[in-house]
């Protein structure tokens, strides 16, 4: 069975940082590409970043661009967003997914003061 984990979200003040690893198991992870999506209250899910399966081409969405880095360990099965200089406007459930088919079940992370 196909299964992506992912976790690390929490409350964090405003300017601080968070790491949300997802966890891999049931397919082949070298050769798919790997995304991270958010979605806000009353919001669209929306991209957040996406690196390709060997881990050499890697785009974001405007608003975290300089801030947050996607990364992978393919002989770990992991992908990894590191988050940095955290703002309210980042509040929401971040997913990690896959080729748009598996999703992981989703972390909370709250920036406030």
């Known amino acids: 069975q196909v299964q992506l984990v992912d976790s690390g979200g929490g409350l964090v003040q405003p300017g601080g940082s968070l790491r949300l690893p997802c966890a891999a198991s049931g397919f082949t992870f070298s050769t798919y590409a790997m995304s991270w999506y958010r979605q806000a209250p009353g919001k669209e899910r929306e991209l957040v970043a996406f690196?390709?399966?060997?881990?050499?081409?890697?785009t974001y969405t405007d608003s975290v661009k300089g801030r947050f880095t996607i990364s992978r360990d393919n002989a770990k099965k992991t992908v990894y967003l590191q988050m940095n200089s955290l703002k309210p406007e980042d509040t929401a459930v971040y997913y990690c997914n896959s080729r748009y088919i598996y999703w992981g079940q989703g972390t909370q992370v709250t920036v406030s003061s």
């Open positions: 690196i390709s399966s060997g881990g050499g081409s890697t």
